[in-house]
């Protein structure tokens, strides 16, 4: 008799065969993290099942590892297992697809075995679909119900379930169809599933689907049949194939009375500590009394009182009301969760503040948060205002000297400096960090706790893990490995607590010491309810701070308070009437907007009123009908003047194809040139959508790259569609020197994709893919290299007429730059006329692609301001200093930038950073202290292959709000 | 930022603080730099809190190798045992479009806010950075430093094999100590350091080897190739060679010297590629015939005795013929994929491709190539694992199981 046990990151899997190989006995059951106790208990029934026969035994399982080795079990790694496993049950398979419960597997059987598993990034899938599933409130099989019934797709980030969490909540938030909803969640996994894995092999033939999730979902199989064009197969035991490779593959005969011995003297290898949050009870209580000093004033909301603000802020996954009176008194309060559909309870809420203070004058009712735009228009409320204006209003009634707050909520965390009463600094998580307040809960639920009960247990743990500060996908294996290694449910709480911390202060905020931060700090936001959170901020500042006792309800407060401010005295609040709210009604309907290539999913709300609102758009057009005037945006500009270029074509026998990747946005005037004059007609690759991106997705190799690099793979697929003779994609280590930094290199991705194309892409024979190495910064040698290139390729060429093409390129190269020079001083000049703020949105060329920049410039512009680009402006710096090595051209530009912005009043800087890019990662701190140096604000929005429009809206609104305090106080001192 | 006040010509007077990236190469730089009177002390610093610390004062994007390195010597220099008046730091500089050369910039951003504004920061490199802060490389020092790492390649080499090999645990170890301090007293005393010195001492150093008792069985065979740092660094690496011994391997890392002719031969190729500085390009190409030519010797050395000897510099760049062009010039460039595809043609088809996450020259020359590879030598099994602060032991170990699994099953049959 056989018997195996698969470990895994979430279950425990356990079968008994018989010597026929038959299963006799198999369970499946989440071990929530008591791995060991799970483990021997499934040992004992195993033992049970198998009576008194000798037993052959063997382990896998990720967390199966370190159990083996100790109880001295054959221990085979379970990829390897599930494919011994798929060789005797279904010999006929020639692909196999599992996923687990944080992992993703392809195993490709037939012709050349590999095996793949998903890189660290990629992060979990099973916990993934259950976390999404909890975020739409269903079950899983809800879930898989709901999406089998799907009628439209929403584009859902492919790349980690952090990233595709900050997706589905604004989906959530505008009121989309959870069955549409959940479809897209596995369409997600399967894309993340086929990018990350396929690795350029074609998943094609007989399809096994394994694991957890793929046994549970048809919809998910569904959607994998869709997108590969397969049939595949779910087997019989299909979540036991690893278990059944275990025993299969090992061939010792096991006592498990030993075994289970042998697991008793476990002892764990201990794990890195932290110190404990409070040395003793005292210690405690002086803390908590210390904080609960910080209390807002309450009175009650009785016939006293006459008039009330009211502040709403409608957050991701909750809702905030406060009612304050004139002079900032607290008279009630509202905070809950917003069940995906905030209207619905905003309603009922001042439903009974209308029927229990039918005498009161509602002086003001304003509104923040990512709902903002809804609430206002659902209930015709007064004001609007950008949530960190909001925070940091309700913060400097704590502590008016206030320097830093820091705000983490459910799904975000906005931290800002404060200088001379102006936002001066913003950061905001990027959506690849998390560590926020549902955070905290997720892991409280996976281990089986309440959040608050979980909390709790923190605040006394002897040895808090040291668990790092990175995402949830890090975090959970790191959790898994604290408890392999012994570590208490109470460490882990504080464990958690304190990556929280660290997650904020050293990710988000990048401070090094307190002192950057200042001495006034107010911290604020559900999360700092928890007291551990609270503690281990205070002792990894080593600084106190203020924690309003209303941390939670600080945007509703401030929006309150800042209507109390700005309505006067006899000001009578817009809102609608009691009758209206009793009439009140309100639905959505989903739309794809059509109006250009960003194809944004509107959501459109109609009211009681017939009144409309459309939410989800990035730019004015499907309001207003057309797009705000594009004369005052260079991305516009220059998009229309590279597509020019495709416009241009000449009769030729030869076509030659280039794609429009990375450094081609700017080469294509040289590169289009070059080849038209020597009498080629090219054909240009068109701007990026997502059908060309998934044109190429299974053939990108490296998972993490930048999203700029991956969507080449498209572009190449797509001129091999169009019949090209050649494709034009050369490798340049150098950029064109533009004298402003030490060196003039392209960054590794930029110089060397194309050797990515030609090694993982089809038919890239040296013949049809030209990818010569070139140095356009030198025009004798490119001279010289091109004649011998081109020569070998086209024999019947002249050197002459290369020559002059290379020239002629040049110069048309040249032209374009001029024109982009040119088209930045004609719109800063206007933009001055108008009285518009000019924001300088930098990049780097490929920028400037709307499916890589998700239609930025027009968010922008929607705010009335003029947008130019980097390369526009630097040629008006020299050479400067910069405390890190200054030698990448596009880099140079951009610092160049920065410093010519501080120099310009009616000037800001706003960078764009695409996730993955190392680079940026030095380039960012370094734009940001040319920035302050100049007394600019810094903001940078990173983008990925998706990205969340309501974070950018608040870093482009803070920075407005910003920019027009900063310039009314200048006013204020002037006079 | 403010002025260290240090002048080069001061520098002896200082204690220089260098991370020990390779064990057995880097015993011997330190002996070749104490010969000319260069106080230096490898810091081989392994706690987490080095990774916290390096967070603290660098970016997290940023990568893994400089976290660590940066954390290092932070703590170093917190940790008291270090003059901060009389304390110098330094780094290598390979110079290129990679981001690494970057490092010595971050780390005196770092210096400054850590409060460490009098501690300076010495560069070595090749390419002409840093001008004011570089050791001077003398010929002497330049001819010590490539005995040291010759001698230390080839150290390292014979270890890796009887220690897969040997019938009573330690004796690899040993050995290799023994003579890493027979070659440091040597470097120390000015001795056998020059070329035909060292072309008489390969052979005996192997010789010598061949008396550690060693019993040849089937073994798994897996080399390391990566990111520099995070290819030798067992702090970078997680003690990657330790967990591989223990899974009963043979491994391999290619050597320290394979690098720094990459780096040369970058110069010669940017001739060719670019036509730049044609001159540069041949007394480059003269250098590599030198430093090759070693190589060669200890190669043909060790195969004279049984063991597995490296083919020359000038083969191992024709490797890559057809996957990657010579042109990949950044990080390690081409040389990771001539690397993986001579540990291939040697018999190690089983292949760890380290790098630190998001190491943006491996997105090409490491994972990028991985496809073609396998085209051209079915056998091969690579797995690439990426490093970062904060990345687990367990899934990363996983992978490396996986990998060692289908090995496994690749030698049976």
């Known amino acids: 008799m056989r018997a195996g046990l698969d470990i895994g990151s979430t279950t425990i899997k356990g079968v008994v065969l018989d010597d026929d190989g ?152 505008q009121g989309a169809d959870h069955k549409d909803i959940a479809a897209s969640i596995y369409q997600a996994v399967v894309n993340q599933t086929i990018t990350g894995l396929a690795q350029g092999r074609t998943i094609t033939g007989n399809i096994l689907y394994l694991g957890g999730p793929l046994t549970f979902s048809k919809a998910l199989r569904d959607r994998f049949d869709e997108t590969l064009g397969v049939k595949g197969i779910c087997p019989d035991h299909s979540l036991y194939y690893v278990a059944i490779g275990a025993a299969l593959y090992c061939d010792q005969q096991i006592d498990i009375a030993i075994v289970l011995e042998k697991m008793n003297s476990y002892e764990s290898v201990g794990y890195a500590s932290l110190p404990p949050l409070f040395r003793n009870r005292d210690e405690y209580w002086q803390f908590h009394n210390r904080h609960a000093k910080a209390a807002v004033t309450r009175i009650p909301f009785d016939a006293s009182v006459k008039r009330i603000h009211i502040g709403i802020d409608s957050g991701s996954t909750t809702i905030k009301i406060a009612v304050i009176d004139d002079d900032g008194n607290l008279l009630s309060d509202d905070y809950r969760s917003n069940d995906g559909n905030p209207v619905p309870i905003v309603r009922s809420f001042l439903m009974e503040l209308y029927e229990k203070h039918p005498e009161v004058i509602i002086g003001s009712v304003t509104c923040t948060g990512y709902g903002e735009e809804l609430m206002r228009h659902a209930f015709n409320c007064d004001y609007g205002l950008v949530e960190t204006v909001a925070h940091f209003t309700a913060a400097s009634h704590f502590m008016p000297d206030v320097d830093f707050i820091i705000d983490i909520g459910g799904q975000d965390m906005k931290c800002f400096r404060i200088e001379d009463g102006v936002i001066s600094d913003l950061f905001l998580n990027e959506a690849c960090s998390s560590g926020c307040g549902s955070f905290l809960q997720t892991f409280a639920s996976a281990l089986g706790y309440d959040t608050q009960d979980f909390a709790r247990l923190g605040l006394f743990a002897e040895k808090p893990v040291d668990l790092g500060s990175r995402c949830t996908v890090f975090m959970n294996s790191s959790v898994k490995q604290a408890q392999k290694d012994g570590a208490s449910i109470e460490a882990i709480s504080a464990g958690l607590a304190v990556s929280v911390v660290k997650n904020a202060l050293y990710k988000v905020i990048r401070c090094a010491n307190v002192e950057q931060l200042g001495r006034n700090i107010v911290v604020q936001g559900g999360t700092f309810y928890n007291e551990a959170v609270l503690r281990a901020f205070e002792k990894e500042m080593g600084v106190e701070v203020i924690r309003p006792d209303i941390a939670g309800l600080m945007g509703a407060y401030g929006a309150a308070l800042y209507g109390s401010r700005k309505a006067s005295k006899e000001h009578v609040s817009s809102l609608i009437s009691y009758d209206d709210l009793v009439q009140f009604h309100h639905s959505t309907s989903q739309i794809t907007c059509q109006g250009c290539g960003n194809h944004c999913q509107l959501t459109v709300n109609t009211f009681a009123s017939r009144h409309k609102m459309i939410s989800g758009n990035r730019c004015e057009k499907p309001i207003t009908g057309h797009q705000v005037e594009p004369s005052l945006n260079l991305y516009a500009y220059k998009q229309k003047k590279l597509l020019g270029y495709s416009q241009i074509h000449v009769p030729s026998k030869v076509k030659i194809g280039i794609p429009l990747v990375l450094n081609m946005y700017e080469l294509l005037p040289f590169w289009h040139t070059f080849f038209t004059v020597l009498g080629f007609d090219v054909v240009v690759s068109p701007l990026s959508n997502q059908q060309i991106y998934a044109m190429g997705t299974s053939t990108i190799p490296s998972d993490t790259a930048c999203f700029p690099a991956k969507l080449t793979h498209g572009h190449i697929a797509w001129l091999q569609k169009q019949d090209v003779d050649h494709i034009f994609y050369p490798c340049m280590s150098y950029n064109v020197d533009e004298g402003l930094g030490d060196n003039h290199y392209n960054c590794p991705i930029v110089a060397y994709y194309p050797e990515n194309i030609r090694d993982n892409m089809d038919g890239m024979n040296e013949s049809y893919f030209l990818e010569p190495f070139l140095d356009l910064s030198d025009r004798e040698k490119l001279m010289s290299h091109l004649c011998d290139y081109m020569k070998e390729h086209f024999p019947y060429l002249h050197r002459s007429r290369i020559m002059h093409a290379v020239n002629l390129a040049y110069q048309e190269y040249e032209n374009y730059m001029q024109d982009v020079r040119c088209q930045a001083d004609r719109i800063i000049h206007e933009a001055r006329r108008q009285g518009k703020h000019i924001i300088v949105l930098a990049g780097r060329p490929y920028h400037v692609d709307p499916l890589i920049n998700h239609g930025i410039d027009t968010m922008i512009t929607k705010y009335h301001a003029a947008v130019i680009t980097e390369d526009s402006i630097s040629w008006k710096m020299k050479k400067m200093e910069t405390s890190v090595l200054n030698q990448w051209s596009y880099h140079a530009r951009l610092y160049a930038a920065a410093r010519y912005c501080t120099t310009q009043m009616d000037m800001d800087l706003i960078q764009l950073v695409s996730f993955g890019c190392g680079l940026d990662a030095i380039t960012a701190d370094e734009t940001s202290s040319i920035l302050h140096a100049g007394n600019k604000l810094y903001t940078q929005i990173k983008i990925d292959e998706i990205t969340n429009p309501g974070a950018v809206n608040i870093r482009i609104r803070s920075l407005f709000a910003a920019v027009q305090e900063r310039k009314e106080s200048h006013e204020r001192n002037r006079f | 930022m403010k002025e260290t006040g240090f002048e080069m010509k001061d520098v002896k007077e200082y204690t220089i603080l260098v991370p020990n990236m390779a064990f057995n190469q880097f015993t011997l730089i330190q002996a070749a730099l104490l010969s000319e009177g260069y106080h230096v002390e490898l810091l081989s610093t392994a706690s987490a809190e080095v990774a916290q610390m390096g967070l603290q004062y660098v970016h997290n994007d940023t990568c893994y190798p400089a976290v660590l390195i940066i954390g290092q010597f932070i703590e170093a220099l917190r940790s008291g045992r270090y003059d901060p008046d009389s304390t110098a730091l330094a780094i290598t500089q390979s110079g290129g479009g990679c981001r690494a050369s970057n490092y010595i910039k971050l780390l005196r951003k770092a210096l400054d806010q850590a409060g460490f504004h009098q501690i300076p920061v010495l560069s070595f490199n090749f390419s002409g950075l840093e001008k004011d802060m570089s050791l001077k490389l003398t010929p002497k020092l330049i001819g010590k430093l490539v005995a040291a790492v010759e001698y230390g390649d080839l150290i390292d080499g014979l270890y890796h094999e009887c220690k897969a090999y040997e019938i009573n645990e330690g004796d690899a170890r040993n050995k290799t100590v023994e003579w890493l301090d027979q070659v440091s007293s040597w470097l120390l005393e000015e001795k056998n350091f020059h070329i035909h010195d060292m072309k008489k001492m390969f052979p005996a150093i192997v010789k010598d080897f061949t008396r550690v008792p060693i019993k040849r069985t089937e073994k798994l065979k897996v080399g390391i190739v990566g990111e520099i740092y995070v290819k030798f660094s067992p702090i970078g690496n997680r003690d990657l060679v330790h967990f591989l011994e223990q899974q009963d391997c043979e491994v391999r890392l290619p050597g320290l010297m394979g690098y720094i002719e990459y780096c040369i031969a970058n110069m010669k190729l940017d001739s060719d590629f670019y036509g730049m500085k044609p001159m540069l390009g041949k007394i480059c190409d003269q250098i590599l015939s030198i430093v090759d030519g070693l190589g060669t010797t200890a190669s043909d050395a060790l195969k004279s005795e049984g063991f597995h000897g490296e083919s020359s510099f000038r083969e191992i760049m024709e490797k890559p013929e057809g996957i990657l062009s010579l042109g990949v010039k950044m990080g390690e460039g081409w040389l990771l994929t001539a690397e993986m595809i001579e540990l291939i043609e040697s018999g190690f088809t089983n292949i760890v491709c380290a790098q630190p996450f998001g190491c943006l020259p491996n997105h090409i020359a490491g994972k990028g190539v991985i496809r073609r590879i396998r085209e051209k030598y079915p056998q091969a099994n690579i797995t690439a694992v990426d490093y970062d602060p904060s990345s687990t032991k367990v899934n990363q170990e996983n992978r490396i199981r996986l990998m060692l699994a289908v090995g496994k099953e690749n030698l049976q049959k």
């Open chain 1, 22 to 173: 038959q299963i006799i006995w198999s369970s499946y059951e989440r071990h929530y993290s008591h791995i060991l106790e799970k483990t021997e208990e499934m040992l004992r029934q195993i033992s049970k099942a198998a009576g008194e026969q000798p037993l052959i035994l063997g382990f896998s399982g990720s967390a199966g590892m370190g159990i083996a080795e100790h109880a001295g079990v054959p221990f085979v790694q379970e990829v390897y297992a599930e494919r011994v496993s798929a060789v005797k049950l279904n010999p006929e398979t020639d692909c196999i697809i599992e996923l687990g419960g944080e992992d993703a597997k392809i195993l490709f059987l037939s012709g050349g075995m590999e095996v793949r598993m998903n890189g660290s990034c990629a992060g979990g899938t099973g916990a993934f679909i259950d976390q999404m599933a909890s975020l739409l409130k269903m079950k899983p099989d809800e879930m898989d119900e709901a999406a089998q019934k799907a009628e439209r797709q929403y584009t859902i980030a492919s790349r980690c379930g952090v990233f595709a969490k900050t997706d589905v909540q604004p989906l959530i938030n």
